[in-house]
């Protein structure tokens, strides 16, 4: 219960009231572990319609026929028989760029992380060597989540906002990845991309605001930290960008982007997973360790044997189980290549490109984002969800944002 002495990240706020909001679950350490199929997701007697048409055998069905013979078989490998009645196998990527093209899946929801900005030069957390995390030291934080943790940012807000000066828009580029998404958009397949990322670079290669769910904030808007105050988003980068510190008009408190922070809210937006998953029939999961609850939770919530498809250096989250689950296709790399591959595939190379070169040479000044100024819900429209705050755990593994 929140006592007197409570901490302001342990006592956290549901935004649009502005009072204590109780009765949240904890910070938990489930992001690689599936949660229960509700009832309505119990597992159906028939096969899958769509892989008994193109007559495929799932990868987990070889699998475990393998195993039963003391063989094993490559993560992400199906084999769909030929005319000749012969077994040929097929990658992850074949599978599902087959059942795209065939116009078999039409509502593709994709799940993103920091994996798919590594290519445009943003570090992710947890690559070795290059993640951020490891390059924290610099910031002279007591330990790495600390630069997310809302109490320590009340203390002593320049390790996040020396983070936010390589974080902020404007200084990287989207790269192939990104404009992969923006062309599964303007094919009409894209219902919504989820990411963690808060490079912006999503909307900067033209992902429209209506397909995109920025689930853990961005630097577009800004807020006084304690009594959410909007404040403006252009005068906040200002500052950040000059080592000064932005403070609150009411309050006096000190300003910061709506980046999430542990213990705080997420936006409204991202409860748009609640109908956007179920009728979701494909789902890309990439370049995210799946460690951050409650966003890695959602992979969790499509119906079941919908099709998932995880691109990554490594598993991650329930495709690390052995056998995988129905309808789950792994294929590991680097994303760029991955994305490429599926592109051939689909035969959507050469448009990415054009795409991609064209928006290089457009003037930069012309292309939206950047900070788009103060915007209307100035960090007020946020809605409580459950999950919890940072340091009593072993945040090194799995960690939480949001509350
Ligand atoms: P993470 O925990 O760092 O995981 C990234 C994942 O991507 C890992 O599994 C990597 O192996 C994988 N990966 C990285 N580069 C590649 C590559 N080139 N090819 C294939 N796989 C690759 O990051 P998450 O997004 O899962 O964690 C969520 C945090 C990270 C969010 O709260 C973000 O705010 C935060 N973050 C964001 C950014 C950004 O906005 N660009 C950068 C760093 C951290």
Known sequence: MAGAGMSKAKMSRDRRSNQPAFGRVTRSFIGSQESAPSSSQQSKPSDSV??????????SELQASLARKGKALKAGTDVS??????????????????????????????VAGAGISTASGIPDFRTPGTGLYANLEKYNVPYPEAVFNIDYFSDDPRPFFSLAKELYPGRHRPNYIHYFIRMLHQKGLLLRMYTQNIDGLEKMCGIPDDKLVEAHGSFATASCHLCYTPFPAEEAKNAIMTDSIPTCTFCSATVK???VFFGEDLPEKYFQHETDFP????LIIMGTSLKIEPFASLVNTVKPRVLRLLLNRHAVGPFERKPLRRGDYVELGDLVDLVRRLADILGW???IQHLMNSSE????QNIPMVIP???ADGGQQHRACSCSNSEESD?????????
């Open 373 to 375: 100024g103060p915007h």
């Open 395 to 403: 945040s090194s593994e799995t960690d939480s944002k949001g509350t």
């Open 349 to 351: 190379h050469a448009e």
């Open 279 to 282: 009728k979701a029939d494909l």
């Open 257 to 259: 982007p709506n980046v």
């Open 81 to 110: 028989k030929s005319t000749s009645g012969r077994s040929v196998p097929q990658g992850a990527l074949e599978t599902v760029g087959r059942l795209m093209k065939l116009g078999r899946l039409r509502n593709v929801v994709v």
């Open 50 to 59: 769509l892989l008994d048409d193109l007559s495929l055998m799932r990868v």
């Open 361 to 364: 040479n457009e003037d930069l």
